[in-house]
């Protein structure tokens, strides 16, 4: 699924992955099915994944707006997350961040799938989501 737009939000409900794009807008993607690859100017972004299917990145972008990544509770990837001006945060076991870091990366499993997840102005997480798409608490 490809979604583009110059001002405006998105909103996807997807089984496939997703590609999503915008410039003034919020971008929220939940799908069955990913990866996801999200990427906005100006809006917060949130992307949920239930399994990883297909191989590529997994990416989670804003310049200005915090950025969310939710991902398999299981699942192997390398995480890279930074931000300018805001605070890191993990609920991944194997990804523990340190209060003050604003550039984190480390292997998840066996490493492998590239998990990158930025912003320059805003907060960047990575959260754990069940096969029923439930958040797991931290």
């Known amino acids: 699924v490809d979604v583009f737009t110059m001002n405006g939000s998105i909103g996807v409900a997807a089984t ?5 794009r915008t410039m003034n807008g919020t971008i929220k993607v939940a ?5 996801v690859d999200a990427e906005t100017v100006n809006g917060n972004v949130d992307v949920r994944m239930t399994t990883l299917g297909a ?3 997994v990416r989670a972008h804003s310049v200005n707006g915090s950025v969310s990544a939710y991902l ?4 192997d990837g390398a995480v890279e997350m930074s ?3 805001g605070r890191l ?22 490493g492998g799938r590239k998990v990158d997840i930025s912003t320059v102005t ?17």
Do not use: I
């Open 16 to 20: 496939a992955p997703v590609m999503a």
């Open 31 to 35: 799908t069955s099915v990913g990866p």
């Open 55 to 57: 191989d590529g990145p």
């Open 72 to 75: 398999p509770e299981k699942f």
């Open 83 to 85: 931000t300018v001006l």
């Open 89 to 110: 945060t993990s609920d991944f076991a194997g990804a523990v961040v340190k209060a003050g870091d604003k550039n984190f990366s480390a292997a998840l499993g066996t």
């Open 122 to 138: 805003g907060e960047a997480a990575l959260h754990k989501l069940n096969a029923n798409g439930v958040v797991v608490a931290p």
